[in-house]
């Protein structure tokens, strides 16, 4: 083929209107394409009009599907706590924008096929090799600039560069180190201010908790006593949040090893979600469940905070706690797991 540049070799369909193909002046020879072969549509206007029709009923569709997405979306909301409402709502926006993306999608593939003129079309470029002037050229220009440098000849300069080269970005790496938390960052993770005896404290003002004020039904978001008092409260707090709800004892299905670990049906649970850390913050009183806002993972509290929709992979883990002499709730000890993500499960 000659090297024409930018030119065309073509294969076109005749156009229906005037039955003659087009031809580029600047066309070159055919590179082995098959002879054209014409469509249906091509030759008989019925059928063009058919496709056309056809194409027009796809779009149509899309437009359909995409004001049904809308309209199911409006009239079909998500009641918070209701898992119909969500199955219903997702199941019919999922519904409407299928149909209006496929819509989309089928109608111009079918357009384009049936309808478009078709040519197949060759783009000669020029070579990427560099002539043999312009590669001697660069030769010279290197060999120029290694004479003048004395980079071959000063070998002690060249290999000491090199060695500097290497070593230069090893501070970077070193710096990576502190993307980390100080000490041991795995360690840090594990634990949390919760101990033995620690009492449990109204966030954010801090005031105690007795057993007389959590009342059947009732929630409390919590935190350790002293939190504010620690270095890093924040970072702190993040790990030990706890939410508090009182239920029915008859309500609680408690395995043997955690019959310790609530006291008269006053439970406490991590409000870190064990997805990826949201807090869990809305209770359902009627059901027991909590709801995760990030991507609705949902736990039963009367069955150890088990996962019972969502993503999440593990239920939240409990506080174990009790009540101390003065009749305030304190903690009997740390989480017995670590809290958060299930990142943990990797088994660091
Ligand atoms: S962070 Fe809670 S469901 Fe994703």
Sequence with gaps: MADKGNAVATREAPTPSTGTAVVPSDAVENPGFEPFRPRVSDLDPVKERQNERRVSWMFFASIVGSVFAVAAYIAFPIVPGDLGSVRVNNLLLGLGITLGLFGVGFGAVHWSKSLMEGHDLVESRHPTRGSEETRDKAVEVFSLGNKESGFTRRKLIRNTLIGALVVTPLPAVVLFRDLAPAGDPVARLKHTL?????????????????????????????????????????????KAAVLLMRLKESD???????????????????????HVGCPVALYEQQTHHLLCPCHQSQFDITREAAVIFGPAKRPLPQLPITVDAEG???ARSDFTEPVGPSFWERKL
């Design 328 to 330: 305030y709730l304190v």
């Design 252 to 274: 609680l299905h408690i395995s043997p090893e955690r019959k310790d670990w609530s006291y008269q049906g006053i439970v406490a649970y991590s409000k870190i979600c064990t």
């Design 194 to 238: 919760w101990e033995e005896g620690k009492r449990l404290t109204r966030d954010p003002d801090g005031t105690p908790i007795k057993v007389s004020d959590v009342t059947l039904g009732s929630v409390f978001h919590v935190i350790p006593e002293g939190l504010n008092d620690v270095e890093d409260p924040l970072e702190e707090k993040a």
